[in-house]
């Protein structure tokens, strides 16, 4: 079937510290991946995503890599900040796309 | 651009009691759903519609009913609420047919049921 397994939290990072939070998938077919974001009190809004293999998916600093070999969408930022503070979603589609599978989420706060 | 909008935003309903939950799109996507959010359990999919007088149901649908007369629309409706769809509510649309397509979702509603 579909799945997605990413890290559970919460993690808290210190201002400026490197994050990754893991995220393995496992799909019938080929896959899109994608990476949201929830803000408190919001609902999720796109982060990035890739939608082949070797992709790299980035925005405002954040990174994740499609790793096919792995079965995996890790996100990385090399500096984070106060403002990241969020809970973070790893998804993915198949074939039309009618159904997004995610995980579980991990709630990310950023101290100064 | 208004995108995927919500109401209400907040209720809280007796047990037993009927209500629905309303949710629009103006960007005339043909797919729209319908989540709900568990503490520990992320986002789990209850029913969704691939166009107008199309739907189905997803991981969690019992005790929901959805319809799709329009493009626009996709009411969710509880038929007798239950402590149990205590939850945040989130309705979801984006285009047909690629698995690449980005979902966009509306800002949630906060149901409790007491």
């Known amino acids: 079937g579909n799945s997605v397994t990413q890290m559970e939290g919460p993690v808290t990072l210190s201002e400026e510290a490197f994050l990754t939070i893991n995220c393995t998938y496992t799909?019938?077919?080929?896959?899109?991946l994608f990476w949201y974001v929830q803000y408190p009190g919001e609902g999720l809004q796109l982060l990035l995503k890739?939608?082949?293999?070797?992709d790299k998916g980035s925005n405002k600093g954040f990174e994740a890599t499609y790793r096919k070999e792995t079965t995996s969408f890790h996100l990385e930022k090399g500096s984070v900040q106060v403002s990241d503070s969020a809970v973070y979603f790893c998804?993915?589609?198949?074939?039309?796309?009618?159904?997004?599978?995610f995980g579980t989420g991990t709630s990310l706060t950023v101290i100064p | 651009n208004a995108g995927v909008t919500q109401t209400p935003k907040f209720q809280v309903l007796k047990t037993g009691q009927s209500m629905t939950l309303q949710c629009a799109q103006d960007?005339?996507?043909?797919?729209m759903s319908w989540y709900r959010q568990d503490p520990g359990m992320g986002l789990r999919l209850i029913h969704y519609?691939?166009?107008?007088?199309?739907?189905d149901q997803g991981e969690v649908p019992n005790g929901y009913n959805v319809s799709r007369s329009t493009t626009e629309d996709f009411p969710l409706r509880l038929l007798s609420a239950a402590p149990s769809q205590t939850s945040v509510y989130f309705c979801?649309?984006?285009?047909?047919?690629?698995?690449?397509?980005?979902?966009?979702f509306g800002e949630g509603s906060w149901l409790t049921v007491v």
């Open positions: 998804a993915l589609t198949v074939n039309t796309g009618n159904q997004f599978y």
């Open positions: 890739a939608t082949k293999a070797d």
């Open positions: 799909a019938t077919g080929y896959p899109s």
């Open positions: 960007m005339n996507h043909e797919y």
């Open positions: 519609s691939v166009g107008a007088g199309i739907t």
């Open positions: 979801a649309s984006s285009q047909q047919g690629y698995s690449g397509n980005t979902i966009y």
